[in-house]
Every structure is written in C-alpha cells, then in structure tokens.
T-cell receptor, first 116, second 109 residues
Framework: GAVVSQHPSRVICKSGTSVKIECRSL??????MFWYRQFPKQSLMLMAT?????????EQGVEKDKFLINHASLTLSTLTVTSAHPEDSSFYIC????????????FGPGTRLTVT | EDKVVQSPLSLVVHEGDTVTLNCSYE??????LLWYKQEKKAPTFLFML????IEKKSGRLSSILDKKELFSILNITATQTGDSAIYLC?????????FGEGTQLTVNP
C-alpha cells in the first residue's frame, strides 16, 4: 500500500524560530499533497493544498507567509512554520494523493510541534 | 458554508456489540464522502462513497451513502477492543474538503 512519511515526528522549538516539516510519498508519485492541523480532541483542519510545481492554495484564515509550503517534487512537500509562537503548537499531518481531491489520500504519521 | 456533522461524538460499548456511526452533511456540489479511522496518529482510509445506496464492505465494517437525505452511516459488527479509535468522516465538495468532528469509539472487553 501507499506509504507517506513525515519528518520529524516530534519537534520542540523556541518562540521566534522557524521549523521545517517534511512530507514524503515513499512508493508513489504524489501530484497533490495536503497539509492539516489538528488540535487536541478536534478534527483535522485543512490548511493548504499543494500541487507539484505550483504555488499552494491556502484555506481561508491560514497565513501563507507564516506557513510556507513547497512542493518541489512528486515525492516531497515541506511545511515551514516561520517565526513560530506557542499558539502554533499543534499536530501537523500531511497527506498525499496521486490524483487530487477526488482520489484517496494517504496520510503521514504526523508531526507534533511544541513551541516554548 | 459547507458543514459535516458526525454523531454521536462519543460512544462506549462492550466487545461483541454492533455500532452505527452517522455522518450528515450540507455542502455545495457534493463529490464524495470518505471514512477514516484514527488511532494514535494519522488517519487510515476505510471507505470512499460516491453513489447512493451501494454498500461498501470490508470485514466487519460496512458503509452506505444516502445522497437524498444527505448522510452516511458506518457500521461495525462484533466490535473488538482494537476498533477503539476516532472515526472521521470527510466530504469532498467542489474543490473543498471538510472533516466532521469525529466519533470517539471505545470498545471495552
């Protein structure tokens, strides 16, 4: 089956620093990758959708200058949280699809970000 | 605004029981409804439903979609402790994805 990895699985950083999270599709080409955020006991909130080689589409209310998304290849997307603050602490999950919205998404294991 | 509502929010049952989870939606230009199981980490895919009235089945799990009444149900028969998880419903509409709040299922031995 399709496997998606995320790195790191857990990161703690100081307020004001930037953190990069990687999402890789290991055995298929992901034309579309999705980034989600999940707060404790809440559902997944879609942050942005990225198609390989083009700019990401951000959901309403998500600051694109704060959450930089790059999808430079068919197997790698990165999310950089710039100038992180404690309120950015959350569980970030990526998913990948070989065909976009209508196709099944395969989720990564998630990254727990804690900003102190 | 697209809306996806799951019920119940939380359910505790004993092993062997059958459970039915609900997902209702109000969206523009419905395209598909997906069910996921989330244990400790990221969700895993269960079913994708696009057509009304066609049951999808996998082992003890089954799901069906009613596009007239705008809901889907996920059934789990003969529940086991390993079924304990959050079950998420996701609706794709137009170019949007909307998740429900999830149903926390706990199966006690």
């Amino acid at each position: 089956g399709a496997v998606v990895s995320q790195h790191p699985s857990r990161v703690i950083c100081k307020s004001g620093t930037s953190v990069k999270i990687e999402c890789r599709s290991l055995d298929f080409q992901a034309t579309t990758m999705f980034w989600y955020r999940q707060f404790p006991k809440q559902s997944l909130m879609l942050m942005a959708t990225s198609n390989e080689g083009s700019k990401a589409t951000y959901e309403q209310g998500v600051e694109k200058d704060k959450f930089l998304i790059n999808h430079a290849s068919l197997t790698l997307s990165t999310l950089t949280v710039t100038s992180a603050h404690p309120e950015d602490s959350s569980f970030y999950i990526c998913s990948a699809s070989s065909g976009g919205f209508l196709y099944e998404q395969y989720f990564g294991p998630g990254t727990r970000l804690t900003v102190t | 605004e697209d809306k996806v509502v799951q019920s119940p929010l939380s359910l505790v049952v004993h092993e062997g029981d059958t459970v039915t989870l609900n997902c209702s939606y109000e969206v523009t230009n419905f395209r598909s409804l997906l069910w996921y199981k989330q244990e400790k980490k990221a969700p895993t895919f269960l079913f994708m439903l696009t057509s009304s009235g066609i049951e999808k089945k996998s082992g003890r799990l089954s799901s069906i979609l009613d596009k007239k009444e705008l809901f889907s149900i996920l059934n789990i028969t003969a529940t086991q402790t390993g079924d304990s998880a959050i079950y998420l419903c996701r609706v794709t509409s137009g170019s949007r994805l909307t998740f429900g709040e999830g149903t926390q299922l706990t199966v006690n031995p």
